[in-house]
């Protein structure tokens, strides 16, 4: 079945550090893919997306490229900040199998300290 | 434009009393909406998905008798936890998609049993 994969964590960097999160996915049809984040004590917000391949989402310094020959999704930025710690979730919408399911992966925790 | 909210934000009661939780889609009309549970440090589990005007599917494991979805109206889903006991204590998430494909997250209710 379709699945997210992504590096757990936690992550720890020091304030305007390079930020990349791994993720790939396996699907059966032509996903759509999706960065979440959650911020503590609250629920999700959609971070950024991309619907086909060799899209790029990006947003508030984040972005992301739907690669399909390796299946992959990462997160990246240039220069975090305090302000960006929150957990991370990968995320998938395969409209051949489920069409609005999302499937989350696990999810990685970032912290930025000053 | 696509807000989704839960209330309440959090709920304490006692082992078993039953707690309602409302989800709202409020500019936009959901005939799906989807309800999760997310336990600490951990991703989040689709429960159910709630479909308006017939019953709601539930995923494998999950106890429909224990965890109601009634899906009122186009912009209304509750979920009821019944004869609550203190391992249903969990964050529960709500989520809704205005065309299908990208779902947006309610706050999330906080419930603790005691």
């Known amino acids: 079945g379709d699945s997210v994969t992504q590096m757990e964590g936690p992550v720890t960097l020091s304030e305007e550090a390079f930020l990349t999160i791994n993720c790939t996915y396996t699907a059966t049809g032509y996903p759509s893919l999706f960065w979440y984040v959650q911020y503590p004590g609250e629920g999700l917000q959609l971070l950024l997306k991309a619907t086909k391949a060799d899209d790029k989402g990006s947003n508030k310094g984040f972005e992301a490229t739907y690669r399909k020959e390796t299946t992959s999704f990462h997160l990246e930025k240039g220069s975090v900040q305090v302000s960006d710690s929150a957990v991370y979730f990968c995320a998938l919408s395969d409209p051949q199998t489920s069409y609005d399911k999302v499937i989350f992966g696990p999810g990685t925790s970032l912290s930025v300290i000053p | 434009g696509a807000v989704v909210s839960q209330h309440p934000s959090r709920v304490i009661c006692k082992s078993g009393t039953s707690v309602k939780i409302e989800c709202r889609s409020l500019d936009f009309q959901a005939t799906t909406m989807f309800w999760y549970r997310q336990f600490p440090k951990k991703s989040l589990m689709l429960m159910a998905t709630?479909?308006?005007?017939?019953?709601?599917?539930?995923e494998q494991g999950v106890e429909k008798d224990k965890f109601l979805i009634n899906h009122a109206s186009l912009t209304l889903s509750t979920l009821t936890v019944t004869s609550a006991h203190p391992e249903d204590s969990s964050f529960y998430i709500c989520s809704a998609s205005p065309t299908g494909g990208t779902q947006y997250f309610g706050p999330g209710t906080r419930l603790t049993v005691l």
């Open positions: 709630s479909n308006e005007g017939s019953k709601a599917t539930y």
